[in-house]
């Protein structure tokens, strides 16, 4: 069920569901993927891990690697640049290069198990995975850390010993496992909380989780005797893989041109790199292309998981259900190296609300486990679950209906989030008015052992940089060309917005993702911006090619420009008209080609919002949750692509399922992860969860013509609050720690029984 | 992976010859679902690979009321479930066969195989264990029988000796008014390890009240699948009744040994163990009424 | 290194013959000898479904079959199975229901609902989740992709080859198709 508060009739192509440009190429096997790269005369990358959490690499000796046959190429940190500490931006997110380069190939020391220590080429894989064992790696094993708030103990196994916390710009004298200490502060918190009427103080707890996308890492690399380099890769952004693998090789980014391959999944984890500079390296040893690819365990022990957490939220409030205070103190682990994901997660922790008091305190934590990455809007989930938690403790205590509750306190245009920034209009009410009026929320929920839920989320939409170019075709068709690599289906939700611009169909779009030097500068698929800040190019290639056939249809008319009206596609004046496809057949007549031409970089974040509601059964004597039904209800300003829209609403809220109920890195006491394969890192099957309804608000972003607002990563971040309050319902027991897996909820349950 | 030799056999005379010249260094393959994960993460090394599908006798399946069901040791998973009169009749197989791996994993993964990777939690042996099968081996000595009870003999380790395959199993014909029932716990609903599994296989008498056999044997609890003898026996003479089974599901938390691991904690196992031995032997009397096996 | 082995198998109808290692599975050999690369490597160990191909007319994970062992058998994969530039009715039906994001777990998807109906050409909602339980979609949540199996299933009884290729043509307007729906 799609329902618009937006109007629109007015859009001919904007809200349809046109079939995707590269459909057919994806369900005919022919959408060629990083690891669908064949190059002559290329041979395969395999590297070498730490087995250890924490250890010090006393040496490396590859030479009996070096002399099997069909080894071309061997590497270790030592053939890299030594980069000294120096942040590069990448557009969602800054890195320290230093860091980047220790993270995917270790220098000196390794700070976690599967941590990347030697690389080698050989002719085939079989034969490379046989010359790393060859490789004799000497350690000097270290004590390891792995839970947060262990971590951040006095006396803790220190990761580094040139990292000393960072208070709000104040620097720290010794070295230690908080890199990052952020604070915000707005109005007399203090005094907030002794007028409250009500306070609850509660703590939560998360495990390490990871995107899980289907598709390993890859990557292809061909240095050339002339020095440019080539890289084929699976990557959410092409130019920041180009910035990163030059920064690492430190050589000009105008050697480098990546070529964005089809990409099997990102959500966060494949903005760093961590192939492309290695193969690179054996590339230029050996002469040949070289073709690495991760196996699944090497995924997920030597990527980016995203952060585990501990979490403390007070929260304050007037008998009538008024929010007068809140206080939180978060702490991520960031894994080995510094910069988790604690700046959004504190940033988002009171987002949905109107709070006049509040304190945020948060923590970047390093642990000895692989650097963490970005995961479908990275640290919101963690500070969600606690708060939304909160919040329907809130209601139950002061016996107020949980979206009530919310709708008094929802943020709106004109409030002001903790971290500074005042929202301009935004769509949470709606959300919570439309799950209110919604069948979901209406139909009574019967029978044993049930519960329903509710919880809202919020995520950002970044802006960022965007290119793009239209040229158009003497049939009436446009060649899009972009460089926002698609994930999602985003070339036809940017396609269409060109096609809406122009008066024409959807199909009679062209996309193309273009490589490095195709076309312009372009931000990574991230920070739910493409359909938004990729669209807003697209929409402005539409508007310079509509100003360019509006010259050549006052050509045709022999009139002034100014005098020719374009209306759905035609183009006319003195009583006479022209269609774009008339008009694109008479260019070769009147001046030559035209090209639209656009490079955007929008001011002004928007804003994402979600409601949840969740149906649950808990087997009362395994303890095992089954989800009955599951409503997402969230603001897209406007839903370009409607089956798009959907099926982001649809594949965030079963991400956060599986995170809710069973995905965790289990690690033993050695700090070695117990779990790498799909088998035991538990994501839903389809067995594992319902239909998934939806239900599409549309308050249009004031920042964008069409007011598009970016869907893709709100709704992971409700799931886990809004099941564990259906639990709650089901069994009385609140749940605090992530994942609610039966085990743990088990044992919670049997606790609770007198 | 290691490269190693492939031999494909078409006698189990072939089949042990080979084996039996290469030792611990060949390995049998059969669905090669379990062999090429382990060979492929030097879990286990080989030089040689035999692969035996070609061998008739390993891949006979049939079944008669009189004379029971013969499984070939090869005979991938698929072909059981397919068959409704084997299902129905064997019902507690079929449970099993239904749920080791998914439906990828069916069309070529053997109950022979599965009873030779000899894991703690396999799928299919608390069901052989209760049809208490008869395994025939093949091996440079000759034939032998071996109960399926005694088949496995730490995680991983069963009693085949140098060069000796399982060449089939046999289950006896079924019994009047008798049933059977195989359920694990996974945290999913599917593609899993059972955290514990439980077969459970009842003869009533002929009201269908009284119990008079019962076998039980559980996955998941023990280094080796566990037959559950104490409860098996105590459950004769019983009435077949859901307190009767809550009892027996009350014995056997007491009476496993399970460790604590990334799948479950030995509290929840032994909670479990209890909570399947009573539902399968619900399941196992609702059967042996005449209840029919639901489709999954 | 043991020599190559000789292999005679028929891939999509047509008579292949390769050489391989025994230790090169048959994604692998589709995959890296042959260049079908529609079959996709997600997990290398029998988890994920996204190298399912038929062999024999079953679905089974490539990664888990050993090139070796093919010889003599029928393999379809994902490039086998549009027919004389049309697509097959399940890839139409994955397309206009928006059944993928990424597409890296499509192929494995289409091939395990060709073999589920194939079999069961009227399988409940609960059938066909069982039985595609095998592949994993991190992208979807699987919503549409049980709506693309079920209208497949609709469309294979109807007899109907719908929509041909029509999308990937540039005049004829096919939008809205399928406006607002319970969903």
Not at chain 1, 48 to 73: F, M, N, Y
Not at chain 3, 128 to 146: E, V
């Amino acid at each position: 069920m799609a329902s618009s508060t937006g109007d629109n009739k007015k859009y001919k192509v904007i809200g349809t569901r046109p079939i995707r440009h590269d459909g057919a190429d994806k369900v005919t096997g022919r959408a060629i993927y990083g690891s669908d790269v064949r190059l002559n005369g290329a041979v395969h990358g395999k590297i070498l891990r730490s087995p250890h959490a924490h250890a010090q690499i006393k040496s490396i000796d590859t030479s009996a690697a070096e002399k099997l046959p069909g080894v071309c190429a061997v590497a270790t940190g030592a053939d890299f640049p030594d980069l000294k500490d120096k942040i590069a931006n990448l557009g969602e997110g800054a890195v320290n290069l230093a860091h980047l380069s220790a993270n995917v190939l270790a220098h000196r020391k390794v700070l976690y198990k599967g941590h990347a220590v030697a690389a080698v080429a050989a002719t085939n894989p079989h034969v490379a995975e046989e010359a790393l064992k060859l490789i004799k790696v000497e350690y000097e094993p270290l004590e390891s850390v792995t839970w947060v708030l262990d971590a951040m103990r006095a006396g803790a196994p220190l990761l580094h010993d040139n990292v000393v916390t960072n208070s709000m710009g104040k620097k720290a004298d010794k070295p230690s496992n908080v890199p990052t200490h952020i604070h915000f502060e707005m109005g007399k918190v203090d005094e907030a909380f002794a007028k409250a009427d009500i306070v609850i103080e509660r703590e939560y707890k998360t495990a390490s989780v990871h995107q899980g996308y289907i598709e390993p890492h890859v990557a292809t690399a061909l240095w050339n005797e002339d020095g440019h380099l080539t890289l084929w890769t699976s990557t959410q952004g092409s130019f920041t893989a180009r910035q990163q693998t030059a920064e690492l090789l430190q050589i000009p980014i105008s050697r480098v041109t990546v070529v964005p391959c089809e990409i099997g999944g990102g959500f966060g984890g494949k903005i760093a790199v961590y192939l492309e500079h290695v193969a690179a390296m054996l590339s230029r040893k050996c002469g040949r292309p070289v073709k690495m690819t991760m196996n699944r365990d090497e995924v997920f022990e030597g990527t980016g998981p995203t952060p585990g957490s501990f979490v403390r939220v007070k929260l304050g409030a007037t008998k009538t259900g008024q929010l007068v205070a809140g206080e939180a103190y978060l702490a991520y682990d960031a894994g080995a190296f510094p910069g988790g994901m604690i700046g959004p997660g504190c940033m988002c922790v009171f987002s949905c609300y109107e709070i006049p008091n509040a304190r945020v305190d948060g923590y970047d934590v390093l642990a000895n486990k692989p650097k963490t990455q970005a995961y479908r809007a990275p640290g919101a989930t963690q500070a969600a679950f606690a708060c939304e938690s909160m919040m329907d403790e809130l209601a139950e205590k002061l016996g107020i209906d949980p979206i009530e509750l919310r709708l008094r306190n929802a943020a709106k245009e004109g409030t002001r989030r903790v971290d500074g920034p005042t929202y301009p209009r935004v769509g949470f009410i709606e959300t919570l008015q439309a799950a209110k009026a919604s069948e979901h929320w209406k139909s009574p929920l019967k029978g044993p052992h049930r519960g329903r839920g509710i919880a809202s989320g919020y995520w950002f939409n970044i802006g960022l940089k965007s290119s793009a170019a239209g040229n158009v075709n003497p049939d009436g068709t446009v060649s899009l060309i972009e460089g926002s690599t698609d994930i999602g289906g985003t070339r036809t939700s940017v396609a269409m917005q060109l096609a809406e611009t122009l008066g024409i169909a959807a199909e009679e779009v062209m996309p193309r993702v273009a490589d490095t030097d195709g076309v312009g500068y372009t931000d990574v698929t991230g920070g739910s911006r493409v359909t938004f800040a990729t669209g807003l190019a697209a929409y402005e290639v539409g508007l310079d090619i509509r100003r360019q056939m509006t010259e050549r249809a006052a050509l045709v008319f022999k009139c002034d420009p100014a005098a020719v009206e374009c209306v759905d596609g035609m183009y006319k004046a003195n009583g006479k008209s022209l269609t774009f496809r008339e008009l694109a057949g008479k260019l070769g007549q009147t001046g030559g080609p035209v090209v639209g031409r656009a490079a955007v970089d929008p001011e002004g974040p928007s804003n994402g919002f979600g409601t949840h509601i969740v149906d649950v059964e808990v087997d009362p004597e395994t303890a095992k949750v089954t989800i009955l039904r599951y409503t997402v209800i969230q603001d897209a300003g406007r839903a370009i692509h409607p089956s798009y829209v959907e099926g982001q609403m649809q594949g965030g809220a079963v991400q956060g399922i599986g995170w809710a109920l069973n995905e965790e890195y289990v690690f033993d006491d050695q700090g070695r992860m117990q779990n790498p394969n799909y088998l035991d890192y538990r994501m839903p099957t389809a067995l594992d969860v319902p239909m998934i309804e939806t239900i599409i608000v549309e308050v249009p972003n004031p920042a964008h013509p069409y007011g598009v607002r970016g869907v893709g990563e709100t709704p992971i971040v409700a799931p886990p609050a809004a099941i564990a309050a259906a639990i709650y319902k089901a069994t009385g027991v609140r749940a605090r720690e992530l994942p609610i897996s039966p085990p743990r909820l088990w044992a919670a349950m049997a606790a609770k029984k007198p | 992976m290691k490269d190693f030799e492939y031999q494909t056999a078409t006698t189990v005379d072939e089949a042990v010859s080979l084996l039996a010249a290469r030792g611990e260094r060949a390995r049998v393959l059969t669905g090669g679902t379990d062999l090429i994960v382990q060979l492929r993460e030097g879990l286990r090394e080989a030089d040689l690979v035999v692969d035996i599908k070609k061998i008739p006798e390993l891949m006979e399946l049939s079944y008669s009321p009189r004379s029971g069901l013969k499984l070939g040791a090869a005979v991938p998973c698929y072909r059981i479930y397919d068959d409704p009169e084997i299902s129905r009749a064997y019902a507690a197989l079929a449970d099993s066969a239904r749920i080791i791996g998914g439906w990828q994993i069916q069309s070529r993964a053997s109950i022979g195989g599965n009873l030779c990777n000899s894991s703690p939690a396999a799928d299919s042996i608390p069901s052989l264990i209760v049809y208490d099968v008869i395994c025939h081996l093949a091996g440079p000595q000759g034939r032998r029988t071996v109960r399926v009870a005694d088949f496995c003999t730490a995680p991983g380790r069963n009693v085949l000796g140098r060069g000796e395959i399982l060449a089939t199993l046999e289950f006896p014909p079924i019994k009047k008014n008798s049933g059977a029932s195989y359920l694990r716990f996974i945290p999913r609903n599917e593609m899993d390890i059972a955290v514990v599994g439980a077969a459970s296989w009842l003869q009533l008498d002929a009201a269908g009240e009284r119990i008079e056999k019962a076998r039980v044997a559980l996955a998941a609890v023990a280094p080796t699948p566990l037959p559950l003898t104490a409860v098996s026996e105590w459950l004769v003479g019983k009435p077949a009744t859901s307190e009767t089974f809550a009892a027996a599901g009350d014995m056997a938390s007491l009476a496993v040994k399970p460790i604590s691991d990334k799948r479950g904690t030995v509290e929840y196992r032994k909670h479990l163990s209890g909570v399947l031995t009573k539902r399968t032997l619900v399941i196992a009397a609702d059967r042996a009424r005449g209840a029919s096996a639901p489709a999954h | 290194m043991a020599k190559k082995i000789h292999v005679t198998s028929t891939i999509n109808g047509e008579p292949i013959e390769f050489l391989c290692d025994a230790r090169q599975s048959l994604l692998e050999v589709l995959r890296d000898t042959l260049d079908f690369t529609g079959a996709k490597e997600g997990c290398n160990n029998g988890n994920c479904g996204a190298c399912t191909v038929l062999l024999d007319g079953l679905p089974v994970d490539s990664c888990l079959v050993l090139g070796v062992e093919v010889e003599g058998a029928k393999i379809t994969t994902i490039e086998g199975i549009a027919r004389e530039a049309h697509l097959h009715p399940i890839q139409q039906c994955f397309l206009e229901d928006a059944a993928l994001q990424c597409g890296i777990c499509t192929p494995g998807f289409i091939m395990s609902t060709k073999a589920l109906l194939d079999s069961n050409p009227n399988p409940s909602e609960h059938e066909i989740r069982f039985q595609l339980s095998g592949n994993l979609c991190r992208c979807t949540g699987y919503d549409k992709i049980i709506r693309a199996v079920q209208d497949s299933a609709k469309a294979l009884s109807a007899g109907v080859e719908r929509g041909g290729t029509k999308a990937t043509q540039p005049d004829g307007r096919r939008a809205a198709k399928k406006q607002p729906q319970a969903r």
